[in-house]
């Protein structure tokens, strides 16, 4: 009997050459030996080749483990096929082990309220976690959006706006020059609503085209210049 991990390795390469049979071959060896990774991979295998049923074997198998990743992908399964207070205790499985995609589905379940009592504070803590886990910009607007739209605190939708403007995203550059135009959670700074702004239009963001055409029609922190305020208008 040889090594599970060596027989996964194997798959793996197989893999990465474009030699699926052989790959899952070798795979499925390690997962017969019970190797949670090896088993996920199938299961994930399974998943793209559109057999749910094969797929939700190998999952549980892998889950049966402890393998956080295992316990997202059935979490994920019951949640596709709308069973959300049983996608919700999978999920939470995973998100003990610091899972970021599960601790994430946490947080969306007290956001919508589907799964679980609705609750904002909580939605923003486990969205939090997944942010430390694996930030990313979606994640950071998504906790901004919580706390402008339903916790009414403007200076920590700000700060997460920043963390999300910082990582590229434009919805978030042109929320942060909001912020900074209306005063909002920060000081009022023209200048810096210009600059925020400036970055998210760059990016092609329509909303922020049309608050630079404004700043310039009305004069705010620019030389008022309507020819210029056309140009972004249109």
Same mark, same amino acid.
């Given at each position: ?20 049979? @052989?790959?899952?071959?070798?795979? @499925? ?56 207070? @049983? ?135 620019? @030389? ?11």
């Amino acid at each position: 009997q040889g090594s599970s991990a060596a027989y996964s390795l194997l798959g793996y390469y197989y893999e990465e050459q474009g030699d699926y049979e @052989t790959a899952n071959a070798w795979v @499925t060896k390690a997962a017969n030996q019970a190797h949670a990774p090896a088993q996920n991979f199938l299961g994930v295998n399974y998943i793209i080749g559109e057999d749910n049923t094969k797929a939700l074997e190998w999952f549980t198998k892998a889950a049966e483990q402890g393998y956080a990743e295992a316990l997202y992908r059935i979490g994920s399964y019951y949640s596709d096929n709308k069973d959300y207070k @049983t996608a919700f205790d999978w999920y939470q499985k995973a998100a003990e082990q610091g899972h970021s995609g599960a601790e994430f589905a946490v947080g969306n379940a007290f956001y919508s309220g589907e799964s679980v009592s609705k609750d904002y504070e909580k939605a923003v803590e486990w969205g939090k976690k997944a942010y430390d886990h694996r930030g990313d910009k979606y994640k950071a607007e998504w906790i901004a959006d919580i706390y402008e739209n339903h916790l009414k605190d403007h200076k920590k939708a700000q700060e997460w706006y920043q963390k999300a403007a910082e990582l590229g995203g434009d919805y978030s550059q042109n929320k942060v020059g909001g912020h900074y135009f209306h005063g909002d959670g920060v000081p009022q700074d023209f200048a810096k609503a210009i600059e925020w702004f400036q970055k998210a239009a760059e990016q092609g963001n329509a909303a922020a085209e049309n608050n630079l055409g404004c700043m310039y029609e009305k004069g705010n922190g620019v @030389t008022q210049d309507y020819e210029k305020a056309g140009e972004r208008y249109n």
